[in-house]
């Protein structure tokens, strides 16, 4: 018989939404070596709350979720924030987004330089406020968990996705684990089988060149080999405590899925008539059996009695990808490398979304439930009641302190915790301290939201199209999708809940957005598409984008579908040539639409060209020819600014004799080019 240590298992879908603790050290009796628990946060990616039977789903089949909840506590109010890499960062350093300040998903990004400003120099004039950036990785001055278990003498371990750094000094080694299976940039692998770094066409993806993940045979599973790896991991360290940092790629895109367990789900329906999509019920089996396989090798190496589990997701349930009228279903033609991924999500779930987060409203990157409500699964045998359910608010903020008190280690000194140790909550011998849980989103539609007891608070910072109220107040026991905006009706407690805010924001130094001095309300830049800011963006004009001044470019932020900047100012004889210095860290596919002189409206056909901006942090230089015929009056260039920002330091047209227009952004004092 093994001498029996404890183990601490997270094994998680994300989570968000906590409320703000000051530094607090956590003090537990002293624990000899062969006492220290082992840990493991084993985290699932775009997991909704309602994406496992024990959660309500009737089409996805998760009996090892199931077998789970059985041992542990579900907890049915665990938060996440809206988008993965704040999750992540709160998980690793037990602070809010809003102190870290991690706040947007772009871990896939190049840092910015040390000297940068925290918010961007100018913003469009048709925008009232200027909005902080998201820091693109972790803090190395944070004191992260695997740093604080790694010097108490645990070996630690990182496998999967990171989404916290792009280049290697923001990897996980510089942030305390000595062994690291990951690959960069990082927000979804570029292929869930081997060989990882080409699309399922064969066509390489210019994606996770860097980063410690190898390939394995021809059609290796991803989520097979992490758990392969993982499980090494923990054989080679059953002896002696280990931090395993078990962080899957699943359920994110694209969406690569096992054929023979998608064709049976294609054939079943759900009773409830809400979540059919068989790509992503053969993806969540696949995780399923991933954490069956964990489960059994705790049982096998006799350490599950000494083990506390946690199973956790980094946001809500995807509802926006692959629907109609998205990019992915309208702009991808043949050629593309993402053409047979495109036909292949067609054939299989049409052009409905990943998941269905029903009852809760909406999904990933909103601020609503659906969007940061998040499965949270604790086992901890003898302390933890098997089977049990706690509707104590709770969030990422709350890993780091639970699972140091866990192992009898006191929290780093000078290094600040928002959250609050989950343990007297576990063993059902006391409740949470604090007064509310707080999620600072300050992106796509910004807005900070509170939660207290059956109480919420959205607080925007802005009117936006879609959401035109500023504060709206919710009760959740009574309204869980968040129908009833009661905030007129009640304006006492919207009184006391953003008394709340403002204190929450002075407590974490929440960089609140600012007003834009160059604010025109008359401008209809960005949305309609009169110039905004003509010293940014040079007579272009920016539709569903806007454009940020960055050193030595412009940056295309997407505000909607298919952005794009126009000009009516290339009046050139055909054919054109682009000439275009660009980079993105996502890529994807950009496109020259023209029409002439003479054509009132844009073809609805014909008169357009395609090109590829690979993924990457450098400069890439793109050539495109345009079989203009005739004389251009107006001319759009499309860039794959949806779902990740793309740089662009240069536009450059010209006819066949060298005359044209040109865009220098790279310049000190920008001018257009003749």
């Avoid at 909103?366 to 604790?378: A, D, F, H």
């Avoid at 129908?483 to 709340?500: F, H, I, R, S, Y």
Wanted: glycine share 8%.
């Amino acid at each position: 018989m093994k001498t029996q240590r404890l183990t601490i298992i997270w094994f998680g879908v994300l989570i968000a939404g906590m409320s703000v603790t000051t530094a607090m050290t956590v003090c537990a009796a002293d624990a000899s070596p062969a006492a220290q628990p082992n840990i493991v946060l084993f985290l699932v990616d775009d997991m909704g709350w309602m994406d496992s039977t024990p959660y309500g789903s009737k089409y996805y089949e998760t009996p090892n979720m199931k077998r789970l909840q059985q041992q542990s506590m579900r907890f049915t109010n665990a938060y996440a924030v809206p988008l993965c890499s704040p999750t992540r960062a709160s998980i690793l350093s037990g602070q809010y987004s809003s102190r870290h300040r991690v706040t947007s998903a772009s871990g896939h990004q190049p840092a910015a330089p040390a000297d940068a400003s925290a918010y961007p120099a100018r913003a469009p004039a048709n925008r009232p406020l200027i909005y902080a950036n998201s820091k693109n990785n972790l803090d190395l001055n944070l004191i992260s968990l695997a740093e604080a278990l790694r010097g108490a003498g645990y070996r630690t371990g990182h496998f999967g996705k990171w989404h916290l750094g792009l280049s290697q000094e923001h990897w996980p080694e510089q942030h305390g684990f000595e062994v690291a299976f990951h690959a960069e940039p990082s927000p979804g692998p570029a292929s869930y089988f081997s060989p990882y770094g080409v699309h399922a066409n064969g066509v390489p993806s210019g994606r996770h060149h860097v980063g410690t993940i190898t390939d394995g045979p021809a059609g290796e599973y991803i989520t097979d080999r992490l758990t392969d790896e993982a499980i090494r991991f923990v054989e080679s360290h059953q002896n002696e405590p280990f931090f395993l940092n078990f962080w899957h790629f699943a359920v994110h895109g694209p969406w690569g899925h096992k054929e023979e367990y998608t064709k049976r789900f294609a054939e079943k329906t759900d009773p409830r008539g809400r979540q059919n999509n068989p790509i992503m019920a053969s993806m969540l089996k696949s995780v399923d059996e991933s954490l069956g396989r964990v489960l059994d090798t705790f049982d096998e190496l006799e350490l599950t009695d000494n083990t506390l589990f946690i199973f956790y997701s980094d946001n809500g349930g995807n509802t926006h990808s692959n629907v109609p009228g998205s990019r992915q279903m309208k702009n991808i033609k043949p050629g593309h490398p993402k053409w047979d991924f495109v036909q292949d999500w067609k054939k299989w779930a049409g052009e409905q979304p990943p998941t269905n987060n029903a009852p809760l409203r909406e999904g990933k990157g909103k601020i609503y439930e659906g969007g940061q409500r998040v499965p949270l699964m604790v086992r901890l045998p003898g302390q933890v009641q098997p089977g049990s359910t706690s509707d104590a608010i709770v969030g990422p903020i709350d890993l780091y302190p639970t699972i140091l008190q866990v192992a009898g280690l006191k929290q780093p000194e000078g290094h600040i915790v928002d959250g609050e140790s989950l343990l007297p909550v576990l063993k059902q011998t006391g409740r949470l301290k604090r007064q509310a849980y707080f999620t600072w989103f300050p992106h796509l539609i910004p807005a900070v939201s509170v939660r207290q007891g059956d109480w919420k608070l959205i607080r925007r910072f802005e009117p936006h199209p879609q959401y035109p109220a500023v504060r709206e107040l919710y009760n959740l026991t009574d309204d869980i999708g968040e129908t009833q905006n009661l905030a007129n009706a009640m304006p006492q407690k919207v009184e006391e809940l953003d008394g709340l805010i403002d204190q929450f924001i002075r407590d974490t130094g929440a960089l609140a957005p600012k007003p834009n001095p160059d604010f025109n309300a008359d401008s209809k830049a960005g949305s309609t598409g009169t110039p905004a800011s003509s010293d940014i963006t040079l007579g272009l004009v920016a539709r569903n984008c806007e454009l940020v001044k960055t050193d030595g470019a412009i940056r295309v932020v997407g505000r909607g579908r298919q952005p794009f900047l126009g000009t009516a100012q290339v009046k050139s004889d055909g054919p054109l040539t682009l000439r275009l210095r660009a980079r993105s860290a996502t890529g994807g596919e950009g496109r020259i639409q023209w029409k002439t002189a003479g054509q009132e409206t844009f073809p609805e056909s014909g008169q357009m060209v395609r090109f590829d901006l690979s993924a990457g942090a450098s400069w890439q230089d793109i050539t495109v020819q345009i079989p203009v015929n005739g004389r251009t009056s107006v001319v759009r260039l499309y860039l794959p600014a949806e779902e990740s920002v793309v740089d662009v330091q240069s536009i450059d047209f010209r006819d066949k004799s060298g005359r044209g227009k040109s865009w220098d952004f790279s310049a000190q004092t920008m001018q257009p080019q003749p």
